[in-house]
């Protein structure tokens, strides 16, 4: 009976010792033991997820956003979201990253750092595929006003990586950006 009680013990020590830790999403991973998971625990993302439009002037610019769990960084996981957008201009396509596959290297808009004390609030990374110099963000900032759901987008250009030593890239490759910076997306 000792034995089977040693045993007992022993698989559940193994057993605890072999489950990475879970977090809850918004907590910083620095520190967090390796393989831990950054939890949406609370679906804080979900609001996020779906296709949102804006148009105006004949502009339109609509993403199409996702949700992703368990998403291996470095030496830890994380629920984070995955979308890319079309952008029009009187019918004319400016840019259009839309594909079927929302995944990693497919997704021109990825990530989901969290502001503090705002669930409300995340913040994304931002990519153009003809721009691979420029590097941004873009705060998305959701709200429900009056069962209208609204998300704000806040492009910021969080910098411009020197041509120079990348391999097939223009000297003077194009920095600008081709969507549009600061506006307000209706849930479709």
């Known amino acids: ?5 040693i045993l007992l013990f022993l698989f559940i020590m193994i057993s605890c010792k072999s489950q990475s830790p879970i977090y809850t999403l918004g907590q910083s991973p620095v520190n967090s ?4 998971y950054l939890k949406d625990t609370n679906n ?38 995955h979308g890319n957008y079309v952008y029009t201009i009187n019918g004319n396509t400016v840019v259009n990253t839309n594909t079927s596959n929302f995944s990693g290297k497919n997704s021109s808009i990825f990530g989901a750092r969290l502001w503090e004390g705002d669930i409300n609030k995340v913040s994304v990374y931002f990519q153009d595929p003809e721009r691979p110099r420029v590097h941004s963000k873009v705060i998305l900032t959701y709200s ?21 030593g990348i391999p097939g890239m223009s000297l003077n490759p194009a920095t600008d950006v081709r969507v549009p910076t600061d506006i307000v997306l209706i849930k479709q």
């Open 1 to 5: 009976m000792k034995n089977i009680i």
């Open 33 to 36: 033991p390796e393989n831990s």
């Open 44 to 81: 804080v993302l979900n609001k996020f997820v779906g296709t949102w439009k804006y148009s105006e002037n004949g502009k339109v610019f609509t993403i199409i956003v996702n949700k992703a769990e368990m998403v291996k960084l470095i030496n830890y996981y994380t629920d984070r979201l």
């Open 144 to 164: 429900n006003q009056n069962g209208i759901e609204k998300l704000h987008w806040d492009l910021k250009v969080t910098g411009i990586v020197p041509a120079q």
